[in-house]
């Protein structure tokens, strides 16, 4: 069961939520694409807007747009904390998160630390590849996400890693490489080493619209070829109620 009080989570959602509007308003804008992604495409699916004890909202966008969204940081509105390692040296992770100057989340491996990076409730970002079909990328691809894990800092995907950001960030460029703008996969990019899924080019593309929280959004082409790459189980079910769980240890508004 969540740890958080369900008025409050909700209140946190909605937060995210108007984030989540303003990364789409700058995204049209600018033609960037972008895509929900994990549990809040499955949410989009399952509920129509947050698993109701989701504390984060997931995000993709091709390799070329998240750059380019780099660039375009100071478009976000005094609301909105737009964190990398460069515009915030604590902080330990490889991806973009926007975290919100309304409210603070403590996730359950930042407990009892004196923690010096922003600690907002957040969106993530994550960069994705196209790479070629075959056997040999795809264990290459899997090989390279097993050593990153073992290289990360500690997180909800990776409760033993250590933090090495220069052999990390060396794995990275190694699937970097493997890059072709029409490849007929899309891959994560390692920046958050979680499930090695890849997903069909001309099922991720082209996007559409998707209703979360009753507004639309941009989704994979065909959700549940998507989700069914992540997820091992039958996602369409709600897990048992003890099995429902934030990722926060407290949420502050």
Same mark, same amino acid.
């Given at each position: 069961?969540?740890?958080? /009080?369900?008025?409050?989570?909700?209140?946190?959602?909605?937060?995210?939520?108007?984030?989540?509007?303003?990364?789409?308003?700058?995204?049209?804008?600018?033609?960037?694409? +972008?895509?929900?992604?994990?549990? =809040?495409?499955? @949410?989009?699916?399952?509920?129509?807007?947050?698993?109701?004890?989701?504390?984060?909202?997931?995000?993709?966008?091709?390799?070329?747009?998240?750059?380019?969204?780099?660039?375009?940081?100071?478009?976000?509105?005094?609301?909105?904390?737009?964190?990398?390692?460069?515009?915030?040296?604590?902080?330990?992770?490889?991806? #973009?998160?926007?975290?919100?100057?309304?409210?603070?989340?403590?996730?359950?491996? &930042?407990?009892?630390?004196?923690? &010096?990076?922003?600690? @907002?409730?957040?969106? /993530?970002?994550?960069?994705?590849?196209? #790479?070629?079909?075959?056997? !040999?990328? %795809?264990?290459? %691809?899997?090989?390279?996400?097993?050593? #990153?894990?073992?290289?990360?800092?500690?997180?909800?995907? =990776?409760?033993? @890693?250590?933090?090495?950001?220069?052999?990390?960030?060396?794995?990275?460029?190694?699937?970097?490489?493997?890059?072709?703008?029409?490849?007929?996969?899309?891959? %994560?990019?390692?920046?958050?080493?979680?499930?090695?899924?890849?997903?069909?080019?001309?099922?991720?593309?082209?996007?559409?619209?998707?209703?979360?929280?009753?507004?639309? !959004?941009?989704?994979?082409?065909?959700?549940?070829? +998507?989700?069914?790459?992540? %997820?091992?189980?039958?996602?369409? &079910?709600?897990?048992? &109620?003890?099995?429902?769980? =934030?990722?926060?240890?407290?949420? +502050?508004?």
């Amino acid at each position: 069961m969540s740890k958080i /009080d369900s008025k409050i989570l909700r209140e946190a959602q909605l937060i995210m939520l108007d984030m989540l509007i303003e990364l789409d308003r700058i995204c049209k804008k600018h033609n960037l694409k +972008y895509w929900l992604d994990s549990g =809040t495409l499955l @949410g989009a699916i399952r509920h129509k807007g947050f698993i109701p004890w989701d504390d984060d909202i997931d995000i993709s966008m091709p390799v070329e747009d998240y750059n380019r969204l780099i660039e375009l940081k100071d478009e976000f509105s005094e609301q909105v904390f737009f964190q990398t390692t460069q515009t915030d040296s604590a902080f330990p992770f490889d991806y #973009i998160k926007l975290r919100s100057n309304r409210a603070k989340i403590v996730e359950f491996h &930042e407990k009892d630390r004196d923690i &010096e990076y922003h600690q @907002g409730v957040f969106v /993530d970002i994550f960069p994705m590849l196209t #790479i070629p079909d075959g056997e !040999f990328y %795809y264990d290459f %691809y899997r090989d390279i996400f097993s050593l #990153i894990r073992l290289v990360s800092p500690i997180s909800l995907h =990776t409760p033993n @890693g250590k933090n090495m950001p220069e052999v990390r960030h060396k794995l990275q460029q190694a699937l970097k490489k493997m890059h072709q703008k029409n490849g007929k996969k899309v891959i %994560y990019g390692g920046e958050m080493p979680d499930v090695p899924a890849w997903f069909d080019r001309d099922k991720v593309f082209p996007l559409k619209e998707i209703e979360f929280e009753g507004l639309k !959004f941009l989704a994979p082409n065909n959700p549940h070829h +998507y989700l069914s790459s992540i %997820y091992s189980f039958n996602y369409m &079910e709600l897990p048992p &109620e003890d099995k429902r769980a =934030t990722h926060a240890e407290g949420i +502050y508004i």
